[in-house]
């Protein structure tokens, strides 16, 4: 079964840095997606980016970018010039990918909540 | 505008009361989903569905109900056999093509018991 794991529970920044939040995940397949989404505190999750396993090149948007060790099974997002509306939850996913489409399952981690100090 | 829609914001629950959590979305996706989640926790799949008339039960199916009678609308009840239902309810939706990787959440239902 896939597994996904978060081990940071807290993360802190300062406003204008940059953070790295970790993700490990466990697969036997070789062809899936990775997420990440954020949870602010008015708890609607939003997709922040996604990784396509088969793609080498890291996925990047504005100031979000990841690092994807397809090897390791690390999927790390690293959020540039901090700001204070990036503070919010955020869940780490998997998804399995299929060619002929259908239903997947997505595994979720349990979070890490980010801090943005002013 | 296109998006998924969640009713009421926060609901709440007497013993042995069924309540029923409404989502919608109009962004013709074909599946729907229904999460919860607790504190400390990932998100869970209570049901799932990929066509109208037809759904699955997801991990923790027990004491939840589902129908999917139009495709753009996927109720979900807790019955009074869900013994802990305090809980963050989110609702998703994708397409199932192979585009289709991506679920996009609603807001969320706030489910407490008094």
């Known amino acids: 079964a896939q597994t996904v794991t978060q081990s940071q529970p807290e993360m802190s920044v300062q406003e204008a840095e940059t953070v790295t939040l970790s993700c490990t995940y466990d697969?036997?397949?070789?062809?899936?997606?990775l997420f990440w989404y954020k949870q602010p505190p008015s708890r609607q999750m939003i997709l922040v980016i996604r990784?396509?396993?088969?793609?080498?090149q890291n996925a990047t948007e504005n100031r979000f970018s990841v690092n994807f060790q397809k090897a390791a099974k690390s999927f790390s997002l690293k959020i540039s010039d901090s700001q204070l509306g990036d503070a919010a939850m955020y869940f780490c996913?998997?998804?399995?990918?299929?060619?002929?489409?259908?239903?997947?399952?997505?595994?979720f981690g349990t979070g890490t909540k980010l801090q943005v100090i002013p | 505008d296109g998006g998924i829609t969640q009713s009421p914001k926060y609901l709440f629950r007497k013993e042995g009361q069924n309540v029923t959590l409404s989502c919608e979305q109009n962004?013709?996706?074909?599946?729907m989903y229904w999460y919860r989640q607790d504190p400390g926790q990932g998100l869970r799949l209570i049901y799932y569905?990929?066509?109208?008339?037809?759904?699955q039960k997801g991990d923790i199916a027990e004491g939840y109900s589902v129908s999917r009678e139009k495709k753009e609308s996927f109720p979900l009840t807790v019955t009074s056999a869900q013994k802990n239902p305090t809980a963050f309810y989110l609702c998703?939706?994708?397409?199932?093509?192979?585009?289709?990787?991506?679920?996009?959440f609603g807001p969320g239902t706030r489910l407490l018991v008094l």
């Open positions: 569905s990929q066509i109208v008339n037809d759904f």
């Open positions: 996913a998997y998804r399995f990918r299929m060619n002929s489409g259908g239903y997947q399952k997505v595994t």
């Open positions: 998703a939706s994708s397409s199932l093509d192979r585009a289709g990787e991506t679920q996009y």
């Open positions: 962004l013709n996706h074909d599946a």
């Open positions: 990784q396509e396993a088969y793609k080498q």
């Open positions: 697969t036997s397949e070789s062809d899936y997606y």
